[in-house]
């Protein structure tokens, strides 16, 4: 197979190269192979495995401590935004910015690091932008879980250049109110559904969100509607309505804290609720020295993370995780997706003086 990406060239390039491989989650198998050929041909001292559609390599100097750099190579559908396109200072892009230009980042420094002060493991994996349980972290968790034992990962999702540390959680519940059928001309024979979720809703207008110092960081809570659905005809009196509620939580919350916690939001109406879905929030474990350092070569520059990322899994399992890349997260997915190429020479340079200690 002929290589066609130069990880010893400029990221920027190699970002581009990247982008230019469509990888829409379920077809990244191109992408994988031309990233396991350049860090089979291209890198010294890394074993390299496949597994499914992606890509580990791992050194083993026996350093005192290993990073772990992950980031998937899978996107979202393309619009119309592909090949890449650089002008002006910015290339454009399906995936630019989530997130081939951190993806391009890590392999660059796995090719070009001459003597690194820890042990570096690279994880390109798929299919993380669909379903959790497609997730390719998930599956190297089942099959290969002594390769993602590190003292600290780090997850090359856009982050404006800034160490956004740990994630908020998730959770969605359904809130349902039911009542009885009648014919709208004669309503007070029936029991509006609807009706009785305006409590619900005056409820969450009222909410005040709770905001959390972590480690610097500060999370700020969210409890929000985010669907209706109800009603039967233009003529009828609705049995049945409900509404799905998301509860974005700071990480000093587990799952069934949470769930708690919009239990007695809605306590007292006359409602059901039944949790649909959710995930833990991840801890920032700055405090944790590996991790300490980085927020040193970074300058400091620390914030956290809203929204949930893959760094909850590594909180899972006890390894403090951050989200580090070069790119505007508010920027992925659109069709004028793209990224500064000047932050992927700084993330780039960065990364390079904490792995070279």
């Known amino acids: 197979m002929a290589v066609v990406l130069d990880l010893h060239g ?12 469509p990888s829409e989650s379920r077809h990244e198998s191109r992408i994988a192979d031309e990233v396991e050929a350049a860090l089979r041909e291209q890198t010294t001292g890394f074993e390299v495995v ?18 772990l750099l992950a980031g998937h190579i899978d996107t979202v559908p393309a619009a119309g935004n592909l090949p890449s396109r650089l002008a002006d200072g910015i290339l454009h892009g399906c995936g630019t910015s989530d997130m081939k ?10 090719a070009t690091l001459a003597d690194p002060a820890h042990d570096i493991t690279v994880v390109m994996y798929d299919c993380e932008e669909i379903e959790a349980s497609a997730n390719g972290l998930g599956r190297i968790e089942r099959e290969l879980p002594e390769w993602l034992a590190a003292d600290v ?16 959680g998730t959770l969605r519940v ?4 039911t009542g009885t059928r009648a014919h709208s001309a ?34 700020r809570e969210g409890l929000s509607a985010v669907r209706m659905d109800g009603g039967v005809a233009g003529n009828v009196i609705p049995d049945a309505a409900s509404v799905t509620v998301n509860f974005r939580f700071a990480p ?20 059901a609720i039944e949790l649909t879905d959710a995930a833990a929030g991840a801890l920032p474990g700055l405090t944790r020295p590996a991790a300490a350092a980085l927020v040193e070569a970074a300058g400091g520059q620390v914030r956290a993370k809203y929204g949930w990322t893959d760094v909850s899994r590594f909180a899972a399992l006890g390894i403090p995780a951050v989200n580090y890349g070069p790119g505007d997260p508010n920027l992925a997915h659109r ?8 932050q992927i020479t700084a993330v780039t340079e960065t990364l390079r003086r904490y792995l070279t200690g």
Not at 14 to 19: C, G, R
Not at 174 to 177: G, K, N
Not at 252 to 271: I, K, M, N, P, T
């Open 10 to 21: 400029d990221p920027i390039a190699l970002t581009a190269a990247l982008v230019d491989i």
């Open 50 to 67: 496949r597994n499914g559609d992606a890509v580990l390599a791992r050194t083993d100097f026996g350093r005192p401590s290993r990073v």
């Open 101 to 110: 230009a951190g993806d391009a980042v890590f392999l660059h420094l796995a």
């Open 153 to 168: 990962a780090i997850l090359g999702e856009p982050s404006g250049g800034f160490i956004e540390a740990g994630c908020q």
């Open 174 to 177: 359904t809130v349902s109110a």
């Open 186 to 219: 004669r309503s007070w024979l029936g029991d509006n559904a609807i009706h009785k979720l305006g409590d619900v809703l005056a409820r969450l207008n009222g909410y005040r969100a709770r905001s959390v110092d972590i480690d610097g960081c500060v999370y």
């Open 252 to 271: 000093d919350r587990s799952v069934e804290q949470a769930y708690a916690h919009v239990q007695e939001v809605f306590d007292g109406l006359d409602v």
């Open 335 to 342: 069709v004028d997706e793209h990224v500064e190429v000047s």
